[in-house]
């Protein structure tokens, strides 16, 4: 179906006409600062993807007991849209950092205080599938006894949407239709998801 929301006009002519498909998350700009004690300054300089993260492992952390989240506990975040970062380029003091695809996992294991290993993977389309891989391999080889496996992705700026559309890579009809003849090109979405991974899971 077609999409009506605040980020970009989709009916604002032809330029827009193919960008009103898309799966997108609804009151990203919402957050609750005082649950993670950040500043509303501060907060704002920090990309919705990493927000939206703290807020899934958030809710999985609440499901989790004490045994569970042990101090080897480590973070694989796959993450690869830097669209924040270009909307907010030098406009504050936390900008640097706020949209860093690198801070993104630093970030839960600071605010969780989770001490093992922490890392950001960006493999584009791919980086959740592979940071899942990469987590089972940490654990395999016993660096860590569990892992938060987490993945995001925003389409928050029209621009790559607009590029990925010139290209020819965008379905003008809004369906996917994977290995299917009649394939046209896909239609951007967006997700966030927060994986529990344990030895016992594995072995």
Known sequence: SGVS?????????????????????????????????LRAPEAVGIDPQHRILLECVL???????????????????????????????????????????????GRISFVFNLHGACLSIDTACSSSLVGAHTSKHIICANECEAMLCCGANLTLSVTTTKIFNNAGMLADDGRCKTLDVAANGYVRGEACVVLYLSADDIF
Request: glycine share 10%.
């Open 5 to 37: 929301n605040p980020r970009w006009d989709s009916s604002a002519g032809s330029e827009h006409g193919l960008l009103r498909f898309g799966a997108l998350l609804r009151d990203i700009d919402q957050f609750d600062t005082d649950i993670f004690a």
């Open 59 to 105: 809710d999985t952390h609440s499901q989790l007991t004490y045994a569970d989240l042990k101090s080897l506990c480590g973070v694989v975040v796959g993450i690869s849209s830097a669209d924040y970062s270009s909307m907010v380029a030098n406009t504050g003091l936390f900008s640097p950092t706020g949209g860093a695809l690198s801070v993104a996992c």
